[in-house]
């Protein structure tokens, strides 16, 4: 027994140092050696993730541990996967490779992975590193009828939400307010929602892969006043408009939506009403006849009636020689 006992001491003792030896060996020039790859860059969310660790050298390699790879959220490195590893020594000879794939759970926290950026390094000490994203399996996108408006008009901002993923998803809200709107100005944020009121209800949308959900918000980025229970104007200019899905934590456009907004008849938005904005409005003139040479245009159409006209033409006149 006491001989056994020895003899599996100075075995294990043994795998250490051929363990040590190896590693010593292999780190010395692994980036030439070896590499680490994923099959793709971005991942929607629940996609396999496949890391490969080729043999690029020329030269077989000795590894210790199995899988030699390790993944980790970025940039703060928390492991993610494997949470066990076999204790085993095998290798790679030039030209091999081995492949892991990785379901986006998450071992350590037992729960599905977090969109966000990862990074598969090795376990070896050898340097070696890929990068990877996780997205959202859900895209909010926005678009607007026009982006140069006059001041005080209603915009409406269209936006959807699709299901860009291979499994079906549910959202759930917790009222009857589905997204919302958003600019940023002077150190304060206004919301499409401030001075609203929504239906404390629960309901759910359920989106299979490529269906979308879409809903139009009409605003024009007046600024609720809490005090005074207002409705303020904000100042003409440009501003950068945020869409999000208030079901989804996080859920936004990807950018903002570019909202000018003008002195009205400024359609080209150079701050003054002059020759060139009536020269947009001929170029858009619809439904003619004739029509002018670029068709209709949501910016040319001042008074949002889905004609451009004299009564866009009026309201040039009315403000003729006007900046600001
Ligand atoms: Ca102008
Ligand atoms: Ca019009």
Redesign the pocket.
Known sequence: MERKAELGITLTALLIITMIITYNVVSANAEALLQITTDKSVYVVGEEVKATLKNIGDAYIEIGGYPCVMMYTYPDLEPVWPKIFAFLIWGLGPGESETWTWNQYNEFTENPAEPGMYVVRDTQGWGLSADFEIIPDLELTMTVNKDIVPIGQQIDFTLTLTNIGKNNVTITFGSSQAFDLSYYTKTKWYRWSDGKYFLHLVWEVTLKPGENFSQTLQWNLYQYNRTSGKFIPPELGTYSVWGTCVGMPGATTASPTRIILVLP??????????I??AAVISAHWYPGPPEGPLGYGANADIDNDGNVDIADAAIINAHWGQSW
Do not use: W
């Not at 008849?265 to 002059?274: E, K, L």
């Open positions: 008849g400024d359609v080209n938005a150079d701050h003054i009403v002059d060139a904005d």
